[in-house]
């Protein structure tokens, strides 16, 4: 995908803030923080949401998650609480077709969704 923002910031193409990595995940902060901790996890490979990983792929969703939990333990927020959000499609909010999930953390959390 080389069209794609997140695979260029795999591929080094494009700065970013590196807080964690593994063998098929990086995360980085966001760069419009929408809480005091904001990091996002996404696979080295592309997937343009949750909706195209497939059921012999699905082993990326154990992948984000651990590194997101990493990144949570790394920032401070494993005990206090965070939040992970997938943003899937347009009328989810998703910006960014390339398969991502939110670490927000640091303050306190509502459910406010809009
Ligand atoms: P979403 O709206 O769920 O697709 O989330 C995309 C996120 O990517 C937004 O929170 C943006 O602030 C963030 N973002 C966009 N470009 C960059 C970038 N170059 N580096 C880091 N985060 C970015
Ligand atoms: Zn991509």
């Known amino acids: ?41 996404i696979p080295k490979r592309h997937f343009d949401s949750v909706n195209d990983v497939t059921e012999s792929d699905r082993g990326v969703f154990d992948d984000l998650t651990a590194l997101a939990r990493e990144v949570a333990t790394a920032e401070g927020v494993r005990d206090s609480g965070y939040r992970l959000v997938y943003n899937v499609g ?15 953390g640091g303050r306190q959390m509502h459910w406010a969704p809009g």
């Open 1 to 41: 995908m080389s069209d794609c923002l997140f695979c260029k910031i795999v591929a080094g193409e494009i700065p970013a803030r590196v807080v964690a990595e593994s063998d098929t995940a990086l995360a980085f902060y966001d760069i419009t923080p929408q809480a005091p901790v904001h990091v996002l996890v």
């Open 90 to 104: 347009e009328e989810g909010g998703q910006t960014v077709a390339h398969l991502h999930v939110h670490v927000l």
